[in-house]
């Protein structure tokens, strides 16, 4: 059964930075692409960014630069630094893997960027 855990989320000031992890397990996780979505109040989930199998990666316009995805297949992680953090960041932050034509998520980890 594939699960997938994340931490790191937390309060933090605009301009700020703050790295997210995510565990996942349950899956040959080198195979998959994973990535990371987040959902602020009252909105749709929406892509944050996404790495692939071989390592190519794709980002929202809004956090390209800001932000940086990575992985450690030896490990079965996936990463998110987040730097230059802005209050419209803030939102519940879930890790994504794709197992061959299914989607999984993580429970979520709150974000929120404010002063």
């Known amino acids: 059964q594939v699960q997938l855990v994340e931490s790191g989320g937390g309060l933090v000031q605009p301009g700020g930075s703050l790295g997210l992890s995510c565990a996942a397990s349950g899956s040959i996780f080198s195979r998959n692409a994973v990535g990371w979505y987040r959902q602020a109040p009252g909105k749709q989930r929406e892509l944050v960014a996404i790495?692939?199998?071989?390592?190519?990666?794709r980002y929202a316009d809004s956090v390209k630069g800001r932000f940086t995805i990575s992985r450690d297949n030896a490990k079965n992680m996936v990463y998110l630094q987040m730097n230059s953090l802005k209050p419209e960041d803030t939102a519940v932050y879930y890790c994504?893997?794709?197992?061959?034509?299914?989607?999984?998520w993580g429970q979520g980890t709150q974000v929120t960027v404010s002063s």
């Open positions: 790495i692939g199998s071989g390592g190519s990666t």
């Open positions: 994504y893997e794709r197992v061959v034509l299914t989607d999984y």
